[in-house]
């Protein structure tokens, strides 16, 4: 009980005196709250990269690419396997009794950013006729789908949001022929949203591609029935393809650029946190210094050390987490339900919102504490040594 | 008259790199309970140390220091801390108050490390401010007080836990001979009426006739006048 009251009492004394060392102490709040805006700015990149590319995936789609291509880009498929494909048992059929399928191939074209006026690369994917009905959360929001065999396209919402010149009604060049925007779509925020689509034709022929695509989908009668595809297509020696279900697939690709920038962001992250560190370090000794005869007044009194310690770690946890509480405010403001574009697979962009959760300010307010933590530490055990003759010092 | 502290054979030197300074050496003093003493000297002459080693703030090189039979030269830190709190009252030059705390807590910081309760704690407040005439002054801060009226919130302070012994070093440096005189009186008061012993140290000829006994230190050695 004495003890706790020595602590509450000094404790008091301490924090009532923070605003004579205000400035010191608001530099080691601002470092702290830079640093954990920009962990958490980089966390919550990645945590909006996620979440869009989670949310896209319907798991009675399969998709299907040459084995070993990974990605979209890198994988051919020819207008003969996917008619072997369409024979394949556990697929749809509709009710002419042809199978629900979609070649589909992806060539990338130009855009200009809406922020920035400059060049970036956007996908152009050709769909088959069954294409828009392999997609589920599919809505058109303005205009209509495109007609097969034509030069129309309908463009993602996302899209329209972060590039110019593609709004409802526009002629727009890309590659060898001029487009027309009929359509725009939503999807639920996935992927797609940053894609223009095509008819199938005729982006092959108006890019050369001749009769080769690069996905097929296809609609499952069940989740359970990729298994079916899987061995019918091992079973098939011309076809060396892999089977995904649409939502593994994305889950696979998120997976990758996630770590890229989650491990971009944690070190640079705490090498600011080192430097913020030595702030706090520096913050507190000159705290320690100046509360010197204070503290050794009350040494004089009866009070040990150990009050003193914890007063001064508490001291320095509080200004961490000021600093933490601030840094994670300051990203909220600035970044939450922002949406941004960054370099996606295959040099496309993504369109994606930053999001923010609990789970990651968790970890920002941690990060900061454990800076204050450590700024306190060494201070602290400073503070409990002061030689109590120091008391008669002047000033 | 018992005695209530005393040195025996009291020596205090300082390490300076190859160089020892010896501030004082062989020195015998005991101080009876009830006296107030006095302790004048040049600057540099060792009365802020010899005062140090009295109060357990510090140690001395060599020789015995007992207080009321126990030996302090042989406590640890934390029994000193204890001793310290149970039985001497400090009183600074600067007053030493923390600015962030009003007069009545900065008076009761030395209960806090006591087993009183809250509301015993608040009354022996208002009784050591009432003391030293501040009673009305209680929710003050020490930036709103006047020097003299500072030193006499650390007077209450120093009184507040009942120490047997009061320790001033230069208690009246820093203040007008008027209010100077008030504080002394007060000192002056608190010995004869309540029975504690006080040992000041003082440049001020004026401060030292309020003692009943002066000591001068020179050159390590004690030269005593009795007060007129
Ligand atoms: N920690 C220390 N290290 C080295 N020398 C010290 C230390 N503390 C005090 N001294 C020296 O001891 C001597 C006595 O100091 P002290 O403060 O006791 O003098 P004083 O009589 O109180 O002087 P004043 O009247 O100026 O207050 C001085 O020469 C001082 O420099
Ligand atoms: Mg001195």
Redesign the pocket.
């Known amino acids: 009980m004495r003890i706790l009251n020595q602590i509450i009492a000094v404790c008091s004394i301490n924090l009532k005196s923070l605003p004579q060392r205000f400035w010191l102490s608001f530099s080691t709040v601002v470092a702290v709250a830079m640093v954990v805006t920009v962990l958490l700015g980089f966390l919550a990149l990645a945590a909006g990269f996620k979440r869009t590319l989670d949310g896209t995936g319907s798991d009675t789609i399969a998709i299907l690419l040459r084995d070993g291509s990974q990605q979209e880009v890198n994988s051919v498929v020819m207008l003969d396997q996917i008619r072997l494909i369409g024979e394949a048992p556990g697929i749809v059929r509709k009710p002419d009794g042809n199978p629900l399928i979609s070649g589909e191939l992806y060539v990338i074209v130009d855009g200009v950013k809406r922020s920035t006026g400059l060049k970036a690369n956007l996908p152009l994917r050709g769909i088959g006729k069954d294409g828009a009905a392999l997609r589920d959360d599919l809505t058109i929001t303005q205009g209509r789908m495109f007609e097969p065999g034509s030069n129309e396209i309908v463009v993602g919402e996302g899209l329209v949001r972060e590039f110019a010149g593609f709004d409802l009604g526009s002629e727009v060049r890309l590659g060898t022929g001029t487009w027309k925007v009929v359509g725009v779509f939503s999807m639920k925020g996935s992927v797609f949203e940053s894609e223009l689509w095509g008819d199938a034709a005729v982006v092959q022929s108006l890019f050369r591609r001749g009769s080769s695509f690069q996905t097929v989908r296809v609609r499952l009668e069940s989740p359970e029935a990729i298994d079916q595809l899987r061995d019918y297509v091992a079973g098939e020696p011309r076809l060396k393809l892999e089977v995904f279900s649409e939502k593994g697939y994305f889950a696979g690709q998120s997976s990758n650029t996630v770590k890229l920038i989650q491990n971009a962001g944690w070190p640079l992250a705490i090498a600011m946190a080192l430097g913020a560190l030595a702030g706090a370090l520096n913050t507190m000794y000159s705290s320690v210094a100046s509360r010197a005869r204070e503290i050794a007044t009350l040494r004089c009194l009866g009070f040990g050390g150990f009050p003193s310690f914890v007063a001064t770690l508490l001291e320095s946890l509080v200004l961490a987490g000021i600093g933490g509480v601030i840094g994670s405010m300051g990203i909220f403001l600035f970044f939450d339900g922002f949406s941004t574009s960054t370099l996606g697979q295959g040099f496309t962009q993504i369109v994606f919102s930053v999001s923010l959760t609990p789970a990651l300010v968790k970890q920002g307010i941690i990060l900061a504490l454990l800076v204050g933590l450590i700024g306190g530490f060494f201070p602290a055990l400073r503070a409990a040594r002061v030689p109590i003759?120091t008391a008669?010092s002047q000033g | 008259m018992t005695a209530l502290i005393s040195i025996q054979g009291g020596a205090k030197r300082?390490v300076?790199g190859r160089e020892t300074?010896t501030?004082f050496d062989h020195l015998d003093m005991t101080i009876e309970a009830g006296d107030f003493i006095a302790i004048m000297?040049?600057?540099?002459?060792?009365?802020?140390?010899?005062l140090n080693l009295l109060g357990g703030i510090d140690r001395a090189t060599a020789g015995s220091i007992t207080f009321a039979g126990q030996r302090l030269d042989q406590m640890s830190e934390g029994q000193l801390s204890a001793w310290r709190a149970a039985n001497v009252g400090f009183i600074f030059q600067f007053y030493n108050l923390m600015p962030a705390l009003n007069a009545a807590r900065n008076v009761e910081l030395p209960l806090l490390l006591t087993s009183l309760g809250g509301g015993e704690r608040k009354r022996r407040v208002e009784t050591a401010l009432q003391i030293v005439g501040l009673a009305e002054r209680a929710k003050h801060f020490p930036r709103e007080m006047s020097g003299g009226q500072q030193q006499r919130v650390a007077i209450a302070r120093a009184i507040v836990a009942d120490p047997k012994m009061l320790l001033c070093?230069?208690p009246t440096g820093d203040l007008d001979r008027k209010t100077a005189d008030e504080i002394l009186s007060m000192l002056q008061l608190l010995n004869k009426e309540m029975g504690k012993t006080i040992i000041m140290?003082t440049?001020d000829p004026e401060a030292a006739r309020y003692a009943n006994r002066v000591l001068h230190?020179d050159k390590g050695r004690f030269v005593e006048q009795v007060a007129a």
């Not at chain 2, 000297?41 to 010899?50: D, N, R, V, Y």
């Open positions: 003759v008669y | 300082f300076k300074i501030i000297g040049p600057s540099g002459s060792g009365k802020t140390t010899l070093d230069e140290v440049h230190l």
